[in-house]
């Protein structure tokens, strides 16, 4: 069964975020000029209605394309993905990326854990989770399926989060590959190209 | 936690035992919604849940009806239903008979949705609303218009949102804990099982709906869904379907023309 066909070069950073992590990510992308191994996906939990405001942001402070996700587009490296609104979003074995409205996951849509948990079972030790700033529970659970895969577990240090409760949480129910504050998030980002 | 290939296994049982294929499901979401109701019963042996699909067939429909998504809500995305109201209803008014058809219309909310908007127009008594599904369960609750009352204010900012300027709350009469639309809003609706995987079509129409039901389908199945739909259109009617789908890899370019930024297509020939 272990037949792992991991992709060699092409790896997946998804980042997962709820309350306050808008603004950390507003200080990671702006620094990041080119992926060429990999993808971005952000999944962060927002009201259904502030959709096009999300990608529009993002793709402002960013030289990197971000692609709109609709259901079973192409994924590829390169891009930043993120999750829309009012959908969950879950990856393909081909790919491609699909999306699911079934049942809320601890009140979200799109959740973290979901997607998470997706990425880790296609893309096992080439994936990298990182956890930011929230007040939820929600992505303590993807973590541990990431890492149960192989892949690298990241939690944003809880003492430079504005909403500590989310990567504490987490902190507290998996053992993390790193602690790390945004700069170094940014750095390790950075670094897998290299 | 079911295997890949565990879960073909299922699928290719479930073919044989009782005809239908899930083999052009999305893998992804498949995977999730047997392994939610694999866990929720209680199972710790693929074997025994496997046997248990194909020798209780009350067992097989129960997990059909789990595995299958239902969510939906009474005039999702506000902005579609405008374009609805403001565009295509008064195309639609021209007609002297107007044809609709839901598919996969899980519990029937959009359904009513639409029913309104044609009773606010003028149009309800001279069209006819069909509402297909391949879950019995949500076809019965559908045919019944209850729904839960504590989503009506939700609803009701909703219908706002969309154009409506009625008191949304005239649309039906609460009691314990359910909002039962009016009898008038059903008379024109007529609601009954139909597979897309491999049904075919039964009618034509002015316009088809179906959304959020696309997405748990593959490309291959998908393309064919939207041929179908294309073979229930009339020239001039309208194929609507969710704000993440398209039929631009399913459908010769310059057939169709879209409506603004709605996922709403024209067929023009
Ligand atoms: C998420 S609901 C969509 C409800 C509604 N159209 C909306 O957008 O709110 C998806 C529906 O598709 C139905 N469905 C799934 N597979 C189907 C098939 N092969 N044929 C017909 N309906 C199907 C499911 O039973 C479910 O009720």
Redesign the interface.
């Known amino acids: 069964m272990e037949k792992d066909q991991i992709d060699p070069d092409f790896s997946v950073v998804i980042i997962g975020g709820s309350a306050g992590s808008l603004n950390a990510l507003m200080q990671i992308l702006p620094h990041l000029s080119e992926i060429k191994s990999f993808a971005i996906v952000i999944v962060v939990h927002r009201k259904s209605t502030d959709e096009q405001t999300l990608e529009e942001l993002i793709a402002l402070k960013t030289i990197i394309n971000v692609k709109p996700v609709e259901d079973k587009v192409p994924f590829l490296p390169g891009f930043i993905y993120i999750a829309p609104s009012n959908y969950h979003l879950l990856f393909e074995k081909n790919r491609t990326l699909s999306l699911d409205t079934s049942e809320k996951i601890n009140y979200s849509r799109p959740s973290i854990d979901v997607s998470f948990e997706s990425a880790a079972e296609v893309y096992k030790s080439n994936l990298t989770g990182i956890l930011l700033s929230g007040s939820n529970a929600d992505g303590t659970l993807g973590l541990k399926a990431i890492q149960k895969e192989g892949g690298t577990v990241i939690i944003q240090d809880p003492k430079s989060a504005e909403m500590p409760y989310m990567p504490n949480n987490a902190i507290q129910n998996t053992v993390p590959d790193y602690i790390l504050n945004i700069k170094e998030i940014l750095q390790f980002i950075l670094s897998i190209d290299n | 936690m079911i295997?890949?290939?565990e879960l073909e296994t299922l699928i290719n049982e479930v073919y044989e035992y009782y005809g239908f294929d899930f083999g052009s499901y999305?893998?992804?979401?498949l995977k999730?919604?047997v392994n939610r109701i694999y866990q929720l019963d209680g199972f710790t042996h693929f074997e025994d849940f496997l046997s248990k699909v194909r020798y209780d067939p009350e067992y097989y429909k129960h997990m059909v009806d789990e595995i299958t998504?239902n969510?939906t809500e009474m005039f999702r995305d506000p902005a579609f239903y405008t374009v609805i109201r403001n565009q295509i209803l008064p195309l639609l008014g021209t007609k002297p008979f107007i044809r609709l058809w839901h598919a996969g219309c899980s519990t029937g909310e959009e359904v009513y949705s639409m029913a309104i908007l044609l009773k606010e127009a003028g149009l309800l008594h001279k069209s006819l609303i069909y509402a297909t599904d391949i879950n019995a369960k949500v076809l019965d609750s559908a045919k019944k218009g209850i729904f839960p009352l504590r989503m009506m204010k939700e609803y009701s900012e909703n219908y706002r949102d969309s154009g409506g300027k009625e008191d949304f709350s005239s649309y039906y009469t609460a009691n314990y804990g359910i909002a039962k639309f009016n009898d008038d809003l059903a008379q024109k609706m007529v609601f009954s099982q139909h597979n897309l995987v491999s049904d075919t079509s039964f009618n034509e129409f002015d316009m088809i709906f179906c959304r959020?039901v696309?997405?748990?389908f593959?490309?291959e199945l998908?393309k064919r869904v939207i041929n179908l739909f294309d073979d229930s259109l009339a020239v001039l009617g309208f194929l609507a379907l969710?704000?993440?789908?398209?039929i631009k890899y399913s459908i010769a370019p310059g057939k169709y023309k879209q409506l603004e930024r709605e996922k709403i297509w024209r067929k023009i020939r």
Not at chain 2, 26 to 29: H, I, L, P, Q, W
Not at chain 2, 242 to 246: A, I, L, V
């Open positions: 295997e890949d290939i999305s893998r992804a979401s999730r919604r998504v969510v959020n696309l997405i748990y593959d490309n998908q969710g704000t993440k789908e398209t």
